[in-house]
């Protein structure tokens, strides 16, 4: 069963930061925030066939390289975040790092990102969109030889620095 959401809410004192009092988009002013080190950690799962799993080993894929494509467009996706979450901030990212880690005995491949910057605002956003981005292109390299792929798991690991310090992701229940 679908719902329909009513968006319309009173503006002037709902505290969102969002939203401005008349009910326009509103970017955060970050001006008098504090620059500092800031880093995001996120992960994600894609599970596919032993079958594609070991085509992405032996690099015999008939798109090419899988896994160096995916971390290229995950590179590339944190540094186009902006470009795609409304209302998030461009940011300089000073480093985006991709792991791609093979799991054949679960049948699934794991995509930790890490972003990090010197700056006034959280690089969450852009892990988790190089996290996505990564996960996307390994299903586009893929999908002729398994269309069933699923992705899941994604997940915030960890963020460092900023006003509210340093935050971890709660492990029970994984």
């Not at 930061?17 to 001006?31: F, L, S, Y």
């Not at 594609?52 to 008939?62: E, G, R, W």
């Not at 995916?70 to 790092?97: E, F, M, N, W, Y």
């Not at 910057?117 to 586009?140: I, P, Q, R, Y």
Request: proline share 2%; net charge neutral; glycine share 8%.
């Amino acid at each position: 069963m679908s719902h329909t959401i009513n968006h319309t809410i009173s503006h002037k004192k709902s505290g969102l930061t969002h939203v401005d009092a008349q009910g326009n988009a509103n970017m955060v002013d970050v001006t008098d925030k504090i620059i500092t080190v800031r880093t995001a950690t996120a992960q994600g799962k894609i599970a596919m066939s032993a079958q594609t799993i070991q085509a992405i080993i032996d690099n015999t894929n008939a798109k090419g390289d899988v896994l160096l494509t995916a971390k290229i467009a995950g590179i590339q996706g944190a540094k186009r975040t902006a470009d795609l979450i409304p209302l998030c901030h461009p940011l300089a990212l000073s480093k985006v790092d991709i792991d791609i880690e093979v799991d054949a005995a679960n049948g699934w491949l794991s995509v930790t990102s890490m972003c990090k910057l010197s700056g006034k605002t959280g690089v969450e956003m852009e892990a988790l969109t190089a996290v996505n981005v990564t996960l996307l292109t390994l299903f586009d390299m893929c999908k002729a030889s398994d269309p069933a792929m699923r992705l899941f798991d994604i997940h915030v690991q960890q963020k460092t620095g900023g006003k509210s310090g340093n935050w971890q992701y709660p492990q029970e229940g994984l």
